[in-house]
């Protein structure tokens, strides 16, 4: 597993936008996964292990429940912001340290998150993975399932156990795939929004006008600015010109600085502005026009003539009217703005994509953590070394849990028979909190910085934990049935997992989470024990 991840890991040339999306849903999963597969492992591998491995399905359901459920609700605790009636959170677009007010809230549904859609993608992930204990709880349900299961035979699994265990890996190789492959599309997206905040800053300080930024490119299809594209938009009357104009009147980065603009002069949030407002509106974004020209624009906008201009009606002549204007227009205007121009500065970013000058964001900026010695090194050298130090850090870590583990699954099985209590039990509490109580800690650190990013990369390191043991930690599971021929009889502690992620499959779809839900999720903790104690002791599910 080791191997395959940071194969995966390696092998992309990474800008620090996608190792940064890569944290949440691939690396604090895997290094949550790997102490809880180390004692399934060693759970299995005694002379007992039949009864050893009560440690280890103790320890994975354990870890799983904990995961989705204590983590999840500090998340919302620690991160909460202001919402309005309909559950929106309008905290975030206050300053840091503004956005819980009066401090210390705790209305159960005035405050609260939001998640990003990551974690809805990583709920559905999750479903898909845990088809894997229905495979192999199939085959439990025919003999191995009740008290007095004298016909249960550990072959009689065997195969479910080897389908269960190949569908396991391929979910778990999936899984790291599709996170890789969403991270570059997430990175991309944020270098996007950092340009669009950038132009649109510069417009606002009169550095740049509206009417360069259309006519030049600089918005092109993926963020980026394309010279190929720049000199087709050049070319007045070529035969891709009308490709381009729907590429302009499509483009979202080109609509998001619009329409920032825009909201200055929509009073009333209804995507309407009065057309008496728009010299005003024209004159933020850099446009020095004749009154001929004002009064043509302005005709042209309100269609219906009830003074009242739509914001579509806007962007579309306002592309219109702007992408056609001639050369020395735009020279003069750039002139009259008496400050440098920026457009050859528009990609002059740092190695890892922060451009300078960002507008104010409402989800500040994380500096990766590096020796600062390493700053002045070329970008490939610092993401080279970025890596090598996490491998070799991953690496002592991983001999670390493989040292500690077996006595640990001994002293775990010791305590339940000195306390007369079921080994199940004991590891289901007392596992966790070895082995995940780092994922407790980031999410109140995550949560506590009171952003949107924060708070997903939480919930989607949560979700990514709750797939890693459905995928690698039960792979090895399925192992040890295979391997030492044993049987699954953990039909109650199946149960558990399943009730409880179903659960949180439905958290995971909520966009907007209020302090209520917490105080929900944190009481499926116990419920998942009393779950349990319920099957075994009533149902005799044992």
């Not at 998640?115 to 809805?120: D, E, L, M, T």
Request: net charge negative; proline share 3%; with cysteine.
């Amino acid at each position: 597993m080791f191997s395959v991840f940071f194969f995966f890991f390696f092998k992309q040339k990474t800008a620090y936008e996608m190792l940064r999306s890569l944290v949440g849903s691939v690396v604090l999963p895997v290094l949550g996964a790997v102490p809880d597969g180390a004692i399934v492992l060693f759970s299995g591998m005694g002379s007992d292990a039949q009864e050893q491995l009560t440690v280890g399905i103790g320890a994975m359901a354990g870890s799983t429940v904990l995961l989705l459920t204590i983590p999840w609700a500090v998340t919302i605790i620690a991160g909460r912001v202001n919402l309005d009636d309909e559950g929106e959170p309008v905290g975030y677009k206050n300053k840091a340290g503004n956005r819980l007010t009066p401090p210390g809230s705790c209305n159960m549904w005035l405050t609260g998150v939001e998640v990003g859609k990551s974690v809805r993608r990583n709920g559905v992930l999750m479903a898909i993975s845990a088809i894997a204990y229905v495979i192999i709880q199939g085959s439990a349900f025919q003999d191995c399932y009740k008290d007095d299961d004298s016909g249960c035979e550990s072959s009689q699994e065997k195969w479910y156990a080897i389908i269960a265990m190949i569908y396991a890996i391929i979910c778990f190789t999936g899984y790291l795939a599709i996170s890789v492959h969403m991270s570059k599309d997430e990175a991309t997206e944020g270098q996007r929004e950092k340009m669009v905040k950038r132009l649109y800053k510069e417009i606002e300080e009169g550095r740049l006008t509206i009417s360069h930024v259309i006519k030049r490119g600089v918005l092109a299809e993926r963020g980026r600015v394309d010279s190929q594209e720049t000199q087709q938009l050049s070319q007045v009357g070529s035969t891709s010109q009308d490709s381009i104009d729907a590429k302009l009147h499509k483009n979202k980065d080109l609509t998001k600085i619009l329409k920032m603009f825009f909201k200055r002069y929509d009073k009333d949030g209804d995507k309407v502005c009065d057309k008496h407002l728009l010299p005003v509106l024209l004159s933020d974004l850099g446009e020095d026009m004749t009154p001929e020209d004002h009064n043509d624009l302005l005709n042209k906008m309100d269609t219906n003539h009830d003074g009242q201009v739509t914001f579509e009606e806007f962007k579309t002549q306002i592309i219109n009217f702007l992408k056609d204007r001639d050369e020395e227009t735009i020279k003069h205007e750039m002139t009259r703005l008496a400050t440098g121009s920026c457009v050859d500065d528009i990609e002059g970013k740092d190695s890892y994509g922060a451009a300078s000058g960002d507008a104010e964001e409402e989800d500040e900026e994380e500096e990766p953590e590096i020796p600062p010695s390493w700053n002045s090194l070329p970008a490939e050298e610092k993401e080279r070394r970025i890596k090598r130090r996490a491998y070799w850090l991953m690496a002592g870590g991983l001999a670390l849990i493989m040292i500690f583990s077996d006595p640990m699954v001994d002293v775990l099985s010791e305590v339940g028979s000195r306390i007369h209590v079921g080994t199940f039990y004991v590891s289901f509490v007392l596992a966790p909190l070895a082995s995940n109580s780092s994922e407790v800690f980031a999410a109140y650190v995550y949560g506590s910085k009171k952003t949107r990013t924060g708070t997903t990369t939480a919930c989607e390191t949560l979700v990514g934990a709750a797939i890693m043991n459905n995928t690698f930690v039960l792979f090895v599971f399925l192992i040890l049935i295979i391997a030492k021929d044993l049987k699954w009889e953990f039909t109650a502690e199946t149960l558990s997992i399943l009730l409880i992620e179903i659960i949180m499959i439905y958290y995971t779809q909520k966009k907007n989470q209020r302090m209520f839900d917490a105080v929900v999720i944190l009481s499926l903790y116990p419920l998942a024990l009393g779950f349990v104690a319920l099957l075994e002791n009533v149902a005799d599910l044992n």
